[in-house]
Each structure stands twice: as C-alpha cells, then as structure tokens.
C-alpha cells in the first residue's frame, strides 16, 4: 500500500482570523491523498508581530518536507496568511522547486493601506507596521519561478472593502478578480473552489509579463519609498502631473490630511493606479517624478514646467 501523499496543501488564514474557514476550504479542495496543514497562528498574536507567526509556519513547513521530501505543495494563504508565505518562501529558496502552485487571496502585497494609516510613520505600531510594507520585490522574485495564482474582491470599483485590488497585483502572477465578495468572504466563498481547482487543472506555471509603458510607470511609482497602493475613488480629484504620448498621465491630489495621491490615467481618462505616500516621503515622491521626466523626456507633452 502506498501511503505517500500526492500534495501537501497548505492553507494560512490572516490577520484577527482563526484558521476555522480557511480549513473549511482547505478540506473542500484537498484531493484524497492530500495532507492538509493549516496552522492557527491564535487571533491575538495576529495583532502583534508577523516575525512569530513567519516562524510558526516555517516550522510546520520544515517538518512536513522532513516526513515527505519528494512531495509537492500547494499553498493558498488569505490576507495576511499569504504575506506570512512570501516572506517564509523568501527565506527559503530551496522549497520553491516543490511547489505546485501558490494562490494569495486579497494579500496586500504592495502594503496595505489600512494599516499605513494605522501606522502613517512605519513606526512600529503592532502588526500595522508588517502589513504596511511593501513586498513586490520579494514576491517578483519567488513567482518567476512559483506558479502563482492571485484572487482579489471587488465590492466598491476598487477594493475588497478591506484591501486594494491594486496592492494585491503581482507582475508575473495571474490575476483574477470576483465580483461583491468582500474580504472576509475571500476566505471561504464557494466561488473559490471553482477558480482554484481550474488553475491546479492548467498545470499552472509562472505568467508571461510584458511591459508596456503605463505598466513601467507603475512599477517606478510602487519603488518609491512610502508608496502604498491605493483605493481610486479620489481620482477624478487628481489634477495632471505629468501628460505623456497616447494619452497616459500622472496625476496628483493632496487629501484634506496633506496626504499626497498619485494617479496614472489611460486615454480613456480611467485610473490605472492609484497610490499615495505620507508626509515624510513627499518630497521622494517629486524627486522620482522629476526622474521619470526626464528618463521620457521625449515622451512627455507637457509638465512640470
């Protein structure tokens, strides 16, 4: 009898969360050879530190690839529970040959901008100043490589009522975005099950990503330091910045706060981003402005000037 697992799957609930749903879903997705771990990292410690709960998980990871080196996995992690995975798969490379497939569902990659207002200075105010950073550069890196698959909610043209849909976006992930299902809905919707078990059946692997101009722009805007994806409401606000060739431009709007927005517009007038930086980086956000000015300079209509 045979009794090597064909998957571990792995699935990691997230911030002021239990591992209750996600083990629901989990159980409705797993196969009936498949090892399901889901650890519960404990309501409360989720309001402290992600350091602990990165090392809880880690450990439940090592452990399981000591019992079963040669199976593969499959990971899901909501919210935060798929932060707490990049950075475990950031510290760890020599997992990433094993793994299936990665899904991140409502993961505020880019940073959560809930928790920058929490948390406007990065000074360290409980589990705001972790879920507050940006991650794309980590994430890039790990999903060249890992077929990931991201699944973000859109309940008011622009976020799930919790995170961005902008902040969950990966350049080499596919990306799908479901209709009135809030955040806490993502954790276990049905509609899950469907999406899910149609990308385990593609045979998934890393997207194809080519970049086209707005897309170089928004990849110059989420660099800057403080930049935290945003939510688009205020766009029609946003006066331009910057016009370029065809139609794209950047757009800029100070909150009531004196907090500083930026947008990039199509042709279309619709916003492609939205973004926004606190107080103490404003002045990086019009030094990196001047940068791409002059780097397409001879792209640009008018600005600046």
């Not at 399981?64 to 593969?72: E, M, W």
């Not at 499959?74 to 932060?83: D, P, Q």
């Not at 622009?158 to 955040?183: A, Q």
């Amino acid at each position: 009898m045979n009794d090597i697992p064909e998957f571990i799957l792995f699935a990691q609930h997230g911030w002021a969360d239990t591992n209750e749903e996600i083990s629901q879903l989990a159980t409705t997705l797993a196969q009936e050879k498949t090892i399901i771990m889901t650890p519960n990292l404990g309501w409360v410690k989720t309001w402290l530190s992600i350091d602990p709960l990165i090392e809880i998980v880690s450990q439940k990871a090592e452990e399981i690839s000591n019992k079963y080196p040669q199976t593969p996995w499959r990971i899901i992690g909501h919210s935060m529970g798929g932060l707490i995975w990049l950075e475990v798969l950031h510290q760890n490379p020599q997992w990433w040959e094993k793994i299936h497939s990665l899904v991140l569902i409502a993961s505020p990659v880019g940073g959560a901008d809930l928790a920058r207002i929490i948390d406007p200075l990065a000074i360290g105010v409980g589990i705001a100043s972790d879920l507050g950073k940006n991650r794309r550069l980590k994430a890039d890196r790990i999903t060249k490589i890992v077929p990931t698959l991201v699944i973000a909610g859109n309940t008011d043209n622009g976020s799930d009522g919790t995170i961005p849909i902008s902040s969950t976006k990966l350049s080499y992930s596919h990306f799908v975005c479901l209709p009135n299902i809030s955040h806490s809905q993502l954790k276990n919707h049905p509609v899950l099950v469907d999406v899910i078990q149609k990308f385990w059946k593609t045979s998934p692997t890393p997207a194809l990503f080519e970049k086209d101009f707005p897309t170089v722009l928004i990849e110059r805007l989420q660099l800057i330091p403080g930049m935290t994806d945003g939510h688009p409401r205020d766009f029609e606000k946003a006066k331009s910045y910057l016009n370029f060739e065809r139609g794209i431009s950047i757009k800029l709007w100070k909150n009531p706060l004196n907090i500083l927005h930026v947008f990039i517009a199509n042709e279309q007038q619709e916003c492609l981003y939205s973004g926004f930086v606190g107080w103490i980086h404003s002045e990086g956000l019009y030094q990196a402005l001047e940068a791409i000015h002059q780097d397409y300079y001879e792209l640009v209509i008018h600005g600046l000037d």
